[in-house]
């Protein structure tokens, strides 16, 4: 089973998109906008201290009529942040999103932030692997 570092490695877009906790909201839903992306880690001190996803921005401004405007990344981000280890394996990454509910899961590596691992990176991967299970089990039953 392949590892979260892994997966980071091997990523097309190895970028990893960040925000500073004193940014405003406005600055984060431009940064995601831009970069095509729904959460970014909040770093302060190149330490991880946040994360902010547009799940975070519909829930704690748009249903409380906050402004995006005046409003700092620190009010509205997931302080508690949920990380992986890069030797983990997929299959804890996983079910670390089920179980809590996740999207996103930063990695981080000699203490510091190396990647980002959305559900859509590990669907993508573990279908990938599963297509490539069946393709040797099939040519293992013609006997190629």
């Known amino acids: 089973m392949k590892t979260a570092g892994e ?4 990523k097309k ?3 990893v ?6 940014a405003t909201v406005l600055d984060a839903l ?6 095509n992306v729904g959460a970014l880690p ?9 994360i902010v996803s547009e799940r975070d921005y519909a829930r704690k401004m748009v249903l409380k009529g906050r402004s995006s405007y005046a409003t700092p990344v620190s009010d509205i981000m997931t302080a508690a942040v949920v990380i992986v ?6 299959d804890e990454c996983m079910a670390l999103m089920t179980e809590r509910h996740l999207r996103h899961l930063p990695v981080i590596g000699r203490g510091r932030l190396i990647g980002l691992l959305s559900i859509g990176d590990l669907v993508k991967e ?8 069946i393709l040797h089990l099939e040519q293992y039953i013609r006997g190629e």
């Open 13 to 15: 877009q190895q970028d």
């Open 85 to 90: 280890l890069p030797q983990q394996s997929l």
């Open 42 to 50: 909040v770093l302060k001190d190149n330490e991880l201290v946040g």
């Open 126 to 133: 573990m279908v990938a692997e599963q297509a490539e299970t």
């Open 30 to 35: 431009r940064l995601m906008a831009d970069k």
């Open 17 to 22: 998109y960040t925000i500073a906790p004193e």
């Open 7 to 10: 997966l980071i490695s091997r």
